[in-house]
């Protein structure tokens, strides 16, 4: 599988592979000599424009406003989006609320949520009886690739790994509470 892979904030990946192809470029909304928007950034690197994609982001916070300036064609082309979201102790201010649940429910239009593990590098922020990891990784599946619709019920799941030595931040349990 070729891997296409950005950060302006390295000189090169980790490693070195013949499938890589790396741009020295951050994603975000805008265009310039430091950023591209991923809508550029796939039809300059993936010639078949009706190929299925696998998007992986961790992107520092510019994850929702990718999100919101990618079109909805590209986003229908991901199969599968694994996506690292900053900032969700800051869902209680309104203005970030009103970015980032945009952003879900551009996600949430074509795919459904799948996993959600809990990022222990930052702590959990309490509000109102309320807990909330301040970062957490997302794993969505396209709706029409999303054949097996069982609920987990093991918590944490025996792949959810702490990301670091920090105490373990389990998922809320009212985030898994069924309606």
Not at 12 to 28: I, N
Not at 47 to 63: C, N, R, T
Not at 169 to 177: S, T
Request: proline share 4%; glycine share 4%.
């Amino acid at each position: 599988m070729k891997v296409f892979l950005a950060d302006r904030s390295v000189d090169k990946p980790a490693e070195e592979h013949e499938l890589f192809h790396f741009t020295k470029k951050f994603v975000g909304v805008t265009s310039s000599d430091e950023f591209m928007t991923i809508d550029e950034w796939v039809s300059g690197s993936i010639h078949d424009a009706h190929s299925d994609l696998l998007l992986q982001m961790d992107i520092e916070g510019y994850e929702y406003e990718t999100i919101l300036g990618m079109s909805d064609e590209l986003s229908s082309r991901f199969r599968i989006i694994v996506a690292e979201f900053h900032m969700l102790d800051q869902l209680w201010n309104l203005p970030f609320y009103r970015v980032a649940s945009r952003a879900f429910e551009k996600i949430l239009q074509s795919h459904v949520c799948v996993h959600i593990h809990p990022n222990n590098c930052c702590g959990v922020s309490r509000v109102k009886g309320l807990s909330i990891p301040s970062v957490a990784e997302f794993t969505f599946v396209r709706k029409d690739r999303n054949l097996n619709r069982a609920y987990a019920n093991c918590f944490p799941h025996p792949l959810d790994v702490d990301n670091t030595s920090n105490t373990h931040v389990g998922l809320p349990d009212w985030w898994r509470r069924m309606p």
